[in-house]
């Protein structure tokens, strides 16, 4: 029965092993994840920002998911190295990328649906803009002037300022060009650049696509290591004091005393007094003594 304990005991010893090594690989996997998430992250910034500050007509919005899931990534991260503060780290993390998953789909919207659907490539591929410079070298100055639009019904003057490319071709002459394509990109340096970004918004809006399912899964596997112990190996019971509750206990013929091999066991089996058992059961070693006879009753 003892062999059969120290068996089953000594096929449980690699179990936390096992756990540990599992832990150490799902933990560096998500540290790829998310060092992938951060970079994408970035990126999104970097081409936001550029996005904005080229022109002042288009009002580019994808550098905000990229800002707010560049913390969350930074935040899971740190989670994932620090075993400390490992559950707060990523639950600040966790709620960081939830709200970036939300602003890269509303990026997604603002930049795909109302920004780049409303771009109309077409005059400018045909080289039908025109690019307007005051020829000034003071930069911060704005010249206005009045240029004159020709269209195949009628014709009508235009305001532009310097630094602009515009195309005759969108602007409506009919409302002033009010609620109509963009017409005009102020602030750029040649109309060669307003297709440059063109081509920027299209890959911010895909990236901020993919941010958006890269970050779902990112708070997924995040969530599943939210409560995960150390990875610190744990120590291997020894043999004495392995046992099984369902045991049965043990006796001793040198003493004559209970070996209980559950720590509970006392509370259902008291201990053996010494005496009484040195009284019922006789020492092996003592010699046989014949008991005397009573003297018979006359």
């Given at each position: 029965?003892t062999?059969?304990?120290?068996?089953?005991a000594?096929?449980?010893k690699?179990v936390?092993?096992s756990?540990?090594?599992?832990?150490?690989?799902?933990?560096?996997?998500?540290?790829?994840l998310?060092l992938?998430?951060?970079?994408?992250?970035?990126?999104?910034?970097?081409?936001?920002v550029?996005?904005?500050?080229?022109t002042?007509?288009l009002?580019v919005?994808?550098?905000?998911?990229?800002?707010?899931?560049?913390?969350?990534?930074?935040?899971?991260?740190?989670?994932l190295?620090?075993?400390e503060?490992?559950?707060q780290?990523l639950?600040?993390?966790?709620?960081?990328l939830?709200?970036?998953?939300?602003?890269s789909?509303?990026c997604?919207v603002i930049?795909g649906a109302?920004?780049?659907?409303n771009?109309?490539?077409?005059?400018?591929?045909?080289g039908?803009?025109q690019?307007?410079?005051?020829?000034s070298?003071y930069?911060?100055?704005?010249f206005?002037t009045s240029v004159t639009?020709?269209?195949?019904?009628?014709?009508?003057?235009m305001?532009v300022?310097?630094?602009?490319?515009?195309?005759?071709d969108?602007?409506?002459?009919?409302?002033g060009?009010y609620?109509s394509?963009?017409y005009e990109?102020v602030?750029?340096?040649?109309?060669?650049?307003?297709f440059t970004l063109?081509i920027?918004?299209?890959?911010?809006?895909?990236?901020?696509?993919v941010?958006?399912?890269t970050?779902?899964?990112t708070?997924?596997?995040?969530?599943?290591?939210k409560?995960?112990r150390s990875?610190?190996p744990?120590s291997?019971?020894?043999?004495s004091?392995?046992?099984?509750?369902?045991?049965?206990?043990?006796?001793?013929?040198?003493?004559h005393t209970?070996?209980?091999?559950?720590?509970?066991?006392?509370?259902?089996f008291?201990?053996?007094?010494?005496?009484?058992?040195?009284?019922?059961?006789?020492?092996?070693s003592?010699?046989w003594?014949?008991?005397a006879?009573?003297?018979?009753?006359?």
């Amino acid at each position: 029965m003892t062999a059969r304990i120290q068996g089953a005991a000594g096929m449980d010893k690699p179990v936390p092993r096992s756990r540990a090594k599992e832990s150490m690989v799902r933990v560096r996997g998500a540290l790829w994840l998310v060092l992938g998430m951060l970079s994408l992250s970035l990126l999104l910034v970097v081409l936001g920002v550029y996005a904005t500050t080229r022109t002042e007509s288009l009002s580019v919005s994808g550098y905000t998911s990229g800002v707010i899931l560049t913390l969350g990534s930074f935040l899971g991260l740190l989670g994932l190295l620090l075993e400390e503060n490992r559950k707060q780290l990523l639950t600040a993390a966790i709620v960081f990328l939830s709200f970036g998953i939300i602003f890269s789909f509303l990026c997604l919207v603002i930049d795909g649906a109302c920004i780049v659907l409303n771009m109309d490539m077409r005059p400018l591929k045909a080289g039908r803009c025109q690019y307007y410079s005051s020829g000034s070298s003071y930069i911060y100055e704005n010249f206005y002037t009045s240029v004159t639009c020709w269209n195949p019904t009628e014709s009508c003057n235009m305001t532009v300022r310097s630094g602009t490319c515009y195309c005759c071709d969108l602007y409506n002459c009919a409302n002033g060009g009010y609620l109509s394509n963009y017409y005009e990109f102020v602030g750029v340096q040649s109309c060669e650049e307003v297709f440059t970004l063109y081509i920027f918004i299209w890959t911010l809006t895909g990236l901020n696509l993919v941010a958006f399912f890269t970050g779902i899964l990112t708070t997924a596997v995040l969530g599943s290591l939210k409560n995960l112990r150390s990875s610190s190996p744990v120590s291997e019971p020894s043999e004495s004091t392995a046992s099984s509750p369902t045991a049965p206990l043990l006796m001793n013929a040198n003493t004559h005393t209970v070996h209980q091999l559950h720590p509970g066991a006392s509370m259902y089996f008291p201990a053996a007094d010494g005496t009484a058992a040195s009284q019922s059961f006789p020492s092996p070693s003592a010699p046989w003594q014949t008991p005397a006879l009573l003297p018979s009753p006359r």
